[in-house]
């Protein structure tokens, strides 16, 4: 090797490891066997995740959060959001977006808003429209799952087509 090429690569390996604006992040390993049984299970979680679910969960700031998520077997979904804050005032919005589940995680793309018949999409580029989560249990009426981010944990249960979020007086009787 030349003392040119040493020089670079030396210069090389040291502004390469100078570069700090990205924490390092570990990501558990994860070794897929792609046999026909490991397909017919990931199929047994996607069809088990078609539908819709109805969630509700208090914040820390003492304020109601409740969606109703209908998943689409095509992928894609719809969400309302009821947030009820602590002095009452209530807020809605309504998602949509894709969803997913492989290998244990469940994942969203959100794509934008819904007012009535319009759609505001947003923004492909922003990261934040982008959301991972680990499935910690499903059954045929309950799954719960935690935000890869904030570790917050969410339950949510089946419901019947037409069930609505109910409004912030009411109990769901769920």
């Not at 003392?3 to 210069?11: F, G, N, Q, V």
């Not at 003492?62 to 894609?76: I, P």
């Not at 947030?83 to 995680?105: C, L, P, Y």
């Not at 007012?115 to 799954?143: H, T, W």
Request: glycine share 10%.
């Amino acid at each position: 090797m030349t003392t040119r090429a040493i020089l670079l690569l030396s210069a090389f390996l040291l502004l390469g490891g100078c570069k700090q604006d990205v924490e390092s992040i570990s990501l558990p390993e994860f070794i897929q066997d792609w046999t026909q049984d490991q397909r017919s299970d990931e199929q047994v979680i996607w069809d088990g995740l078609v539908g819709n679910w109805y969630g509700s969960l208090v914040r820390e700031d003492g304020s109601r959060h409740q969606w109703l998520n209908r998943h689409y077997a095509d992928g894609t979904y719809e969400v309302d959001f009821q947030t009820v804050s602590t002095n009452g005032r209530v807020s809605f919005s309504r998602e949509t977006g894709q969803w997913g589940a492989a290998g244990g995680i469940y994942f969203t793309i959100f794509r934008g808003w819904l007012y009535g018949d319009e759609f505001e999409p947003s923004d492909p580029s922003d990261a934040f429209n982008y959301d991972a989560y680990r499935m910690l249990k499903l059954q045929s009426d309950l799954v719960i799952y935690e935000s890869l981010k904030t570790k917050t944990r969410y339950e949510a249960r089946r419901v019947p087509e037409g069930f609505r979020i109910p409004a912030p007086d009411e109990e769901t009787g769920i």
